[in-house]
């Protein structure tokens, strides 16, 4: 166990709905970072929040977004669904930001989108 | 972008085997890290070699990083069912996102 959190375990919506998922990191931890990964993608890195401030993007989409609160605890927003969107999120935390941290990952979210 | 290339993508071997998986950068590396996700779960941190030409050793699993720090691999030796999974190499290039990829995934023959 990682000590970090993620719910919903699975998520099954449709084409077109908003979904939210929600990641508690480790106790302490400041960083939470978001990851899709599908078969054919391999681990794409979203997005990284310290502290509440958005901290680095990577391939996130634009119907994509995130925000990190005040205790820490970090919810992904994904709207406009669309088939491709269907995927396994993962909510990652580390102690600091920086680049030499390691990164703890949670269980992660399916999600399928019908 | 900047992107750590990993060989093999898929590995089969016999149980009692030895297995090594390959990572190559075109530019130098701060860092790298090695991560391993079993079948279903989520990925989970083994080492992080920052020092170049390093070796890192955990029980039948050894770590190595370049001396030009472009490469790193990992070997595994005597392979058992538990090294089933897949392992990733991921790198920072600088800044503070890891750019994983899609790792090389190694099943076990029993």
């Known amino acids: 166990d990682s000590g970090v959190t993620q719910t919903p375990k699975h998520l099954i919506t449709a084409t077109g709905q908003r979904v939210t998922l929600r990641c508690s990191p480790r106790?302490?931890?400041?960083?939470v970072y978001w990851y899709q990964q599908s078969l054919d993608q391999g681990l794409q890195f979203l997005i990284q929040?310290?502290?509440?401030?958005?901290?680095a993007k990577g391939n996130i989409l634009e119907r994509f977004s995130a925000q990190q609160f005040p205790d820490l605890h970090s919810e992904l927003n994904l709207s406009s669904l669309e088939l491709g969107d269907s995927a396994l999120y993962f909510c990652?935390?580390?102690?600091?930001?920086?680049?030499?941290?390691?990164?703890?990952f949670g269980p992660g979210t399916r999600l399928t989108v019908l | 972008g900047q992107q750590v290339m990993q060989i093999p993508q898929y590995q089969h071997v016999q149980e009692g085997e030895d297995f090594t998986t390959y990572c190559n950068s075109s530019?130098?590396?701060?860092?790298i890290q090695w991560y391993k996700q079993r079948p279903g779960g989520h990925p989970v941190f083994l080492i992080q070699?920052?020092?170049?030409?390093e070796v890192k050793k955990q029980k039948r699993l050894t770590f190595q990083f370049g001396e030009a720090k472009k490469n790193s691999s990992l070997h595994i030796t005597a392979t058992q069912t538990t090294d089933v999974g897949t392992y990733f190499c991921?790198?920072?290039?600088?800044?503070?996102?890891?750019?994983f990829g899609t790792g090389t995934r190694l099943t076990i023959i029993p």
């Open positions: 070699l920052v020092k170049s030409g």
């Open positions: 991921p790198s920072n290039f600088g800044n503070e996102k890891l750019t």
């Open positions: 929040y310290y502290n509440g401030e958005e901290r």
């Open positions: 530019t130098t590396l701060s860092n």
């Open positions: 990652a935390s580390s102690g600091t930001s920086g680049l030499y941290n390691e990164q703890f």
């Open positions: 106790s302490g931890d400041l960083s």
